[in-house]
């Protein structure tokens, strides 16, 4: 069975770990199930997340791990999702050693990019004239007004607008602070124009790579997530089912008020109530 699974709200909240969720993962990870981790987090390498959850009990490698800056980094070489003309770039530059990607992003998203075998660049001048074929945006910490002005200008001249996600805000410990979609809509203005593709959940990019590399395609997947508007909604674009899980951002009375095409397919309280769900839809 292939399990996609959300992180924060379902494996851990914060720093602490949602009970029985290791023990869990670990069984249905030696009964041969395939796991992949999923998150809208732009800013962390892959490396990063294998240390956390390892650090948490769970099983994990870092192939089953995609972020929205991993699975931004595959879209771009997968022509399916990025469109001919990229396929074009890449056959003209050979090996990916052509014209570059600018990041408008974290250190973690850029070398995600590098990961696949596409070269980078900041949003600078000296970024503008390496002459990048698209730019990648997701959470940028040091946003400034120059590199907003540089990034729309190389988009306006005709490069591919690739987002990581949309979320306007994230959560911290101290409270909501702006996230990923706040940086897109800030080049958008500029731009003249909105992004060419959205990664992230709700968008299906996410759940399409993660299902790739399970090995399977996404409509066979099991996704399990604790958001309506995300995690739900993003499985039901790809045509996976779904578990809701209770122990993050949606509760109970949201659920109640929540049209039936927009549902998960079943609900579970605890880690306990996921994995008889999931042997239920192991049929
Ligand atoms: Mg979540």
């Known amino acids: 069975m292939l399990l996609i699974f959300d992180l924060d709200g379902v494996v851990y909240r914060g720093r602490e770990p949602v009970p029985g ?21 732009s800013r962390a390498h892959r490396s990063e997340y294998l240390e956390r959850l390892r650090g948490l009990g769970l099983p994990a490698t870092e192939d089953r791990i995609v972020t929205s800056a991993r699975a931004t980094a595959l879209a771009l070489v997968d022509p399916a999702l990025v ?20 990041v408008v992003g974290a250190e973690g998203l850029a070398q995600e990019i590098r990961d696949v075998g596409l070269a980078t660049v900041a949003p600078t001048e000296e970024g503008r004239a390496a002459d990048p074929w698209a730019v990648v945006v997701g959470l940028d910490l040091e946003l400034s007004h120059g590199r907003v002005s540089v990034a729309a200008d190389v988009i306006r001249g005709g490069a591919r607008f ?14 909501f602070v702006a996230g990923a979609g706040s940086v897109v809509a800030a080049i ?13 959940k709700p968008e299906p990019g996410l759940f399409i790579e993660a299902a790739r590399v399970g090995g399977g ?10 958001g309506l508007t995300t995690d739900i909604a993003a499985a039901i674009r790809v045509g996976a089912r779904s578990v809701l899980m209770l122990t993050g951002v949606t509760s109970q ?30 049929g």
């Open 21 to 41: 969720m290791a023990e869990l993962l670990s069984h249905l990870d030696a009964r041969g199930d395939v796991i992949v981790y999923c998150t809208n987090n």
């Open 83 to 102: 469109g001919p003309e990229v396929a074009w770039d890449r056959d003209r530059a050979g090996d990916g050693d052509g014209r570059p990607v600018m």
């Open 162 to 175: 690739i987002a990581t996600n949309r979320d306007p805000v994230f959560p911290t410990p101290t409270g």
């Open 188 to 200: 958008e203005a500029p731009a003249g124009r909105g992004p060419d593709l959205i990664v992230g």
């Open 217 to 226: 395609e996404p409509g066979e997947a099991i996704v399990v997530g604790d």
């Open 253 to 282: 009375a949201q659920l109640e008020t929540t049209p039936p095409n927009a549902r998960p397919t079943l609900v579970a309280r605890d880690a306990a109530e996921l994995a008889a769900h999931l042997e239920a839809l192991r």
